[in-house]
């Protein structure tokens, strides 16, 4: 039940944009993205709920497709500090099981 | 606020020796979960729970338990140590909707050798 995540791995060049997709087989209620970088604890970053709208805040946004059971993470003009590996999270309902995804790790170099 | 506190932060045991790890949190959240992270790895949950006396098992519960006496508290108990639980364990609480984020405390890295 774990959701997968695309790309595994991704290197960028500062400015520039990405999108990592989060898949499901079960149907989904919410899905969090979060970011972790090397060593540190996973840091929230959204949450996007059934019937919500696409959210974002500064050059970071997603969206969530409830009949494919799919969200993507958008990053605009990518910048030296959005290094690290996102995760997806995701469940059916709250005070259910929670499943994060299978990790991308993202690069932006200089 | 201290948040989601983890103690303790390193650990190494022996194979077949017993812990508790300790998570504690002062934001009054219902929820509060554990996970396991190996590296190169994503997170597993072990263990959650929705409130004060209520625990259900998550993906990977085998070789750990839990209890929640208390809002504030939720140990996790490693019995009979093995070197398959090397790994980092991240504590995180929540308030009880769908609309609210983890909280992650800052890991405990443990050791079984």
């Known amino acids: 039940q774990q959701p997968v995540q695309s790309p595994q791995a991704v290197i960028l060049r500062e400015g520039e944009d990405a999108v990592i997709n989060c898949s499901s087989s079960k149907a989904l209620y919410s899905v969090h993205w979060y970011r972790q970088k090397h060593g540190e604890a996973p840091v929230f970053l959204m949450i996007l709920l059934k019937g919500g709208e696409q959210k974002g805040h500064e050059k970071i946004s997603a969206s969530f497709n409830e009949k494919k059971q799919q969200s993507s993470l958008y990053l605009t003009a990518s910048q030296l500090s959005y290094s690290g590996t996102y995760f997806c999270g995701t469940e059916k309902g709250a005070g259910n099981q929670f499943y994060f995804g299978t990790g991308t790790s993202l690069t932006v170099i200089p | 606020n201290a948040g989601v506190t983890q103690t303790p932060k390193f650990r190494i045991l022996k194979i077949g020796q017993s812990m508790t790890l300790q998570c504690t949190q002062d934001?009054?959240?219902?929820?509060m979960y554990w996970y396991r992270q190996d590296p190169g790895m994503g997170l597993k949950l072990i263990y959650y729970s929705v409130g004060a006396g209520i625990t259900d098992k998550g993906e990977v519960p085998n070789g750990y338990n839990v209890s929640r006496s208390t809002t504030e508290d939720f140990p996790l108990r490693l019995e009979l140590a093995a070197p398959s639980q090397t790994s980092v364990y991240f504590c995180?609480?929540?308030?009880?909707?769908?609309?609210?984020?983890?909280?992650f405390g800052d890991g405990t890295r443990l050791s079984i050798l």
């Open positions: 934001m009054n959240h219902n929820y």
């Open positions: 995180a609480s929540r308030k009880g909707d769908s609309n609210q984020p983890q909280h």
